[in-house]
């Protein structure tokens, strides 16, 4: 079976036999609806293809600025638990099936509810019944727990600007080459929270990978899930510096660099993708955060590391001794690195040297 035919199955499967598939990148969502009429499009959605049949939009919008400067706003605790239409980014604007609209205003530091009786004009016409992908906003990023340099656990928080629920795929990096507008709130993750078994259910097609994530609920609001938790059995401590071989430099710190091999061994093998994780180490009172740091991803067999602090335990400096040209574009240096390790341990030092056709 060729890739495309694989491709081609996954996307039968997602969407015909699961609840409603939705795609969500670093950068946007995209997900299939079948339209039988005509149908109010929300201000931030975008049809991208049609199966079948001509379509057109009537582009009307209302100036919802004005309008909610003129209706009668209502302070609420919070959107009732209704099925919601998103309408528009700035200012948010929210219709319930109730008819009622509710919006959320920073200065006023919450949500409100009106009522409002105009016509919303966007409207996509269809000519005939069709499958249709649209996309709109969204994004999804992963946070780690790295617990007594032992446990390594992964979660992803994601937003969409406007679906709610569905069968969540993420994909690896961006739809659209160039940044498009966000229109996506951040916010906190609900507590529609998914726990996944420890191997993740990820795919890879032209270099881009998948999350199977699973059937999740309330995506406008932002909503986080469970990945994968498992136990590493071995690390590899480094204490990393870097120069340049133009000029000399003074003492200068370590950065302070833990790498985990990506393989099952450590309970991996399989894409990890960029992040940041929360550092727990053991104490006599339990587990206690440390920092937020960097977590840089690898692919299956490379190695996943996670980049603390600088520290002045270990630092390091380099020295141009000789310098000779020999010729237009060469020239021959004699460098010297000098490292201090002032840890009671023996320590594994890394030197990068860089320059210009080194």
Not at 162 to 186: F, H, M, W
Not at 220 to 227: K, P
Not at 304 to 327: C, F, H, P, W, Y
């Amino acid at each position: 079976m060729n890739r495309s035919l694989i491709l081609t199955f996954v996307f039968l499967i997602t969407t015909y036999l699961l609840s409603q598939a939705v795609y969500i990148f670093e950068d946007a969502t995209l997900y299939w609806k079948d339209v039988n009429e005509d149908i109010i499009l929300p201000n931030n959605v975008n049809v991208v293809y049609s199966q079948s049949g001509q379509w057109w939009i009537e582009d009307n919008r209302p100036n919802w600025q004005e309008i909610i400067k003129k209706v009668r706003l209502v302070k609420i605790d919070d959107i009732p638990n209704e099925p919601l239409q998103f309408l528009n980014s700035s200012p948010i604007i929210f219709k319930g099936n109730s008819g009622k609209y509710y919006t959320y205003l920073p200065e006023g530091k919450g949500w409100y509810e009106f009522t409002w009786d105009g016509k919303i004009n966007r409207i996509l016409h269809v000519s005939e019944s069709t499958k249709m992908l649209f996309a709109c906003s969204g994004y999804w990023k992963a946070l780690y727990t790295f617990r007594d340099e032992r446990e390594l656990g992964m979660s992803v928080n994601l937003q969409s600007s406007c679906i709610n629920e569905g069968d969540v795929y993420l994909i690896s990096g961006r739809l659209y080459n160039s940044p498009q507008e966000a229109g996506t709130r951040q916010v906190s993750p609900s507590k529609a929270v998914t726990s996944l078994p420890i191997s993740p259910d990820v795919s890879q097609f032209y270099e881009r990978y998948v999350f199977h994530i699973g059937n999740m609920e309330g995506l406008l609001h932002g909503a986080g899930a469970g990945v994968f938790d498992t136990i590493i059995n071995e690390i590899e401590k480094k204490y990393e510096l870097s120069f340049s071989i133009v000029n000399s430099t003074p003492y200068q710190e370590a950065q302070y660099v833990i790498y985990i091999k990506n393989d099952p061994y450590n309970g991996l093998g399989f894409y990890v993708p960029d992040g940041e994780v929360i550092i727990f180490k053991d104490t006599e009172d339990g587990n206690v955060p440390v920092g937020n740091f960097k977590l840089q991803g690898s692919s299956k067999g490379d190695c996943v590391k996670i980049i603390e602090n600088k520290t002045k335990d270990v630092m390091g400096k380099i020295a141009v001794l000789q310098s000779k040209r020999i010729s237009k574009d060469s020239y021959e240096r004699t460098l010297e690195i000098k490292l201090k390790n002032l840890k009671d341990d023996n320590v594994n030092a890394r030197v990068v040297l860089y320059g210009r056709d080194i």
